[in-house]
């Protein structure tokens, strides 16, 4: 009874509605509290599951119906410079900023775009160079180890493509 009462009041005196999720950035230069701190401060989103031909614009009008947004970055593949399924929304720095964010991440998180599921999360802001998928390949890891057909996320992941690539040159 005691754990059940402490996790509400920890909930009551948390200053957002929205969960701050499990997964830590791992370049995030500082300690895991300092992260926590700069998340729940934050008004910055991590928008990921993104088709690989989600324009900016989109992201921008489905954003701006939760309030203002400063600005959009997309994820880009590092060697092709080509989108690679995520990005990052951040709402301009004034005051109601947090509930705006907030309300994205709650009315937008599970919602379809280009026929997608996308997930929304917390983001310590954004720095250049994090735009950048971290892939040995140069876009996102995840893609590289999918082993299913996604025509939104250019196909087979890039280990299959690469196996596949190898087994129909060995044929010729």
Known sequence: MSSILS?????LNSDSYCEISHYRDQHF????YLQEKALRNSCTLYVGNLSFYTTEEQIHELFSKCGDVKRI???LDKVKKTPCGFCFVEKPARYYTRAEAEHAMR???GTRLDDRIIRTDWDAGFKEGRQYGRGKTGGQVRDEYRIDYDVGRGGFGKIVQMQKTSQQTAIY
């Open 107 to 109: 009315f937008i998180n």
């Open 29 to 32: 230069q500082g300690s895991r």
């Open 73 to 75: 970055v997309m994820g």
């Open 7 to 11: 996790t509400t009041l920890s909930g």
